[in-house]
């Protein structure tokens, strides 16, 4: 017991041990009872001093922000309460109840949370906690924590069907794998998840013939523009228009010396073939594009509307089998690509330039009077003759979006690689065309594959495989 | 993916305190939680916020929503509103991927602005850097009669006042910033278009003044 600390304890009063009284003053500290005395006021002070700062120290953790990373339904959630780094090494004991009606567990010895998330809110967990030198036997402490559980994504779009009733209904979804010379054709077009979420039509169309005795194949794929209020008819008369074009221009054409060209520019023996091939896809395939736009403007001038709610792109191809090979020409207006992969699928020709908004200043639809005057026009034209072919495909920008990303990437094989693959399974849902299959079952299995999910990308869907 | 980034510009200073900065938090709180229950929200907005008193800071710097949580913010200090355009204007370089041919980039950002004071810096500076920026639309809203609606009418056409700073207009205020940034999302995802202006926004509830 310090004589000194006595001596401080009445200094603090104001009471001074004046030299005169010093022997006393001793006596007075030798005295057992005095002593009990102070003794009793120190082990006082420090047990006022340990309830202070446990109070101040359970005031700190409740006051201390801790936040834990947010959930989302339906994936693994792990998150850790930091002892070490919480600065809790006098935490003793924690729980937190009723985390299992999240579907969360709570491990107090790692302090970990894990599991898989059940249900969405924004929640405050009870954690409830003792702390060293607290009373063992009182009510545990307990401190709020804030916890987000997002909902999946997925859960919140709904799937409203369109109204058959309407006048230019149309499927949400289609699907077709069907002959189409000596080739197949496997087709699917998808309304997207957009369009479902608010019981809106699909935009998308397609369509497809092939033509005898001619021996000519059709594809067209069109892509109606979201704003325009009728273009979901508008990509269907674009796409119906080509083939019922062909099917007439191919009754009436001369076939015969159309195919004496190709042979004599594939033999090599004809002259200005190149030329001449130029010019046959310029004036066939223009012709058929501004037969459509008419067709176009008439329904629009019958309906009274504007043929900008018709707004729709367009690109469509005529293909035919010869001894020596395969003619394919192109035709296309709008963001949609049309991709040509080699035998081995070594190489792939992108055989129509896309119109792309930021940099060319804005898509183009076929229902646009100014895209027949530009000189960009002749631009449009897409001409390749091959020995024989992998695959043809027709796109909208529903599957280029998320698969391409970019239009430089349509022209690169080794993305077009990832494609292929992605077709034949290798994707996060493991869904397989597979390409090369035409079984009855190859229709469905493409619309399958088309529900693959991509952030963002939520367009309608249509690709068009000849294989 | 591109994302459709929004900033939220915060005044935080001293006048704010008490009922108008709570009502802030839960107006932002309230407007996170709802749009985390929109399918197209919750996939492309990222949300910013930046708050401005004596000085400016970026609180959250550009998250989605499914991570985002909700900072503490405090009311003091003065209004550097410039400050606050100077730096959006920097976090917009940083934050915001352009698009080039090898990358699809994010959608312009949207720009929120509140502020219920007159700006106590040298704003200038800021407003220029400010507006040089390429932004979807910027939407100022002067919170009580305080602000000065001149000033905001200098950064952006849109400018909407609150005739008064107490939790019930404010959150009125937020509800409608919440609905403009669904359709916004709904918008850019849909049909890949922007928004560009207010006559494409949801109408603005009566507590909101247009200031023309």
């Known amino acids: 017991m310090g004589k000194k600390y006595i001596r401080e304890l009445f200094a603090a009063k104001q009471i001074t041990i004046a030299s005169s009284k010093e022997q006393l003053f001793d006596a007075f500290l030798n005295d057992t009872a005095n002593q009990q005395i102070a003794q009793q006021i120190l082990e006082n002070q420090q047990r006022l001093m340990d309830i202070w700062q446990y109070k101040n120290r359970l005031a700190d953790i409740q006051q201390q922000p801790v936040t834990i990373p947010n959930a989302t339904v339906g994936k693994p959630y792990q998150a850790t309460l930091d002892f070490r780094q919480l600065n809790w090494s006098d935490v003793t004991w924690t729980a937190i109840e009723g985390l299992e009606e999240f579907g969360l567990q709570y491990d107090a010895a790692t302090g970990a949370i894990e599991g898989t998330p059940v249900k969405p809110g924004d929640y405050r967990l009870r954690l409830q906690f003792r702390l060293a030198g607290g009373d063992a036997e009182a009510a545990a402490h307990e401190k709020l924590l804030p916890l987000v559980i997002n909902p999946n994504p997925r859960s919140l779009w709904k799937n409203i069907p369109s109204d058959t009733a309407d006048p230019f209904w149309k499927a949400d979804e289609v699907a077709e794998c069907a002959p189409l010379g000596d080739r197949w054709v496997t087709v699917a077009s998808k309304r997207g998840r957009s369009h479902a979420n608010v019981g809106s039509f699909r935009d998308d169309d397609y369509a497809f013939r092939h033509l005898e005795p001619s021996g000519w194949s059709v594809l067209a794929v069109s892509d109606g523009a979201g704003s325009a209020k009728l273009s979901r008819e508008g990509s269907r008369l674009a796409c119906a228009g080509i083939t019922d074009y062909f099917e007439q221009y191919f009754n009436t054409a001369p076939t015969a010396d159309i195919d004496k060209l190709f042979e004599e520019h594939a033999s090599g023996t004809g002259m200005d073939t190149q030329k001449k091939i130029n010019h046959l896809v310029y004036d066939t395939l223009g012709k058929a594009a501004f037969a459509v736009h008419k067709k176009l403007e008439d329904f629009a001038t019958a309906q009274q509307v504007s043929i900008k709610d018709l707004h729709s792109t367009l690109i469509f191809v005529l293909l035919k089998k010869y001894a020596f090979g395969y003619v394919i020409m192109s035709f296309g207006v709008g963001d949609c690509p049309i991709g040509l992969l080699n035998k081995d699928c070594s190489a792939i020709t992108l055989m129509n330039r896309l119109d792309v908004g930021e940099f060319g200043g804005g898509t183009r639809f076929i229902t646009m009077p100014e895209i027949f005057t530009s000189d960009k026009f002749p631009t449009r034209f897409g001409f390749k003759l091959v020995p024989d072919f992998a695959y043809l495909m027709l796109m909208t920008d529903g599957i280029y979006d998320p698969k391409f990303v970019v239009e430089a990437n349509l022209e690169k094989i080794d993305i077009w690689k990832t494609f292929l693959d992605d077709l034949n399974g290798n994707n996060p849902e493991n869904t397989a065309l597979p390409l090369g299959d035409h079984s009855p079952e190859s229709a469905g299995r493409l619309a399958a594959w088309m529900d693959f999910w991509s952030p963002g990308n939520h367009d309608d869907r249509t690709l068009m495989i000849i294989s | 993916m591109r994302r459709l980034p929004v900033y939220l510009l915060l005044d935080t200073s001293g006048s704010m305190s008490g009922e108008p900065i709570e009502a802030v938090k839960n107006g932002v709180q309230i407007m996170i939680s709802s749009l985390r229950q929109n399918p197209q929200a919750i996939e492309t907005a990222f949300i910013s916020i930046i708050t401005f008193d004596s000085s ?157």
């Open chain 2, 56 to 212: 400016a800071r970026q609180a959250i710097p550009l998250t989605d929503l499914a991570s985002f949580q909700m900072p503490d913010i405090r009311a003091t200090g003065t209004t550097a509103l410039g400050e606050a355009l100077q730096l959006v204007s920097q976090c917009i370089d940083r934050e915001v991927a352009k698009t080039t041919t090898e990358q699809k980039g994010d959608w312009k950002p949207l720009v929120f602005i509140m502020t219920d004071g007159v700006p106590t810096d040298s704003w200038q500076n800021g407003l220029t850097a400010f507006k040089q920026r390429k932004t979807a639309y910027t939407v100022a809203c002067a919170a009580g009669h305080a602000a000065d609606t001149a000033v905001l009418k200098q950064i952006t056409e849109n400018v909407v006042s609150l005739d008064t700073a107490d939790s019930a207009t404010i959150s009125r205020f937020f509800a409608w910033v919440t609905a403009s940034i669904g359709v916004t999302s709904t918008r850019v995802e849909d049909s890949g278009k922007e928004v560009t202006g207010l006559h494409e926004l949801p109408p603005p509830p009566a507590e909101l003044n247009i200031v023309v």
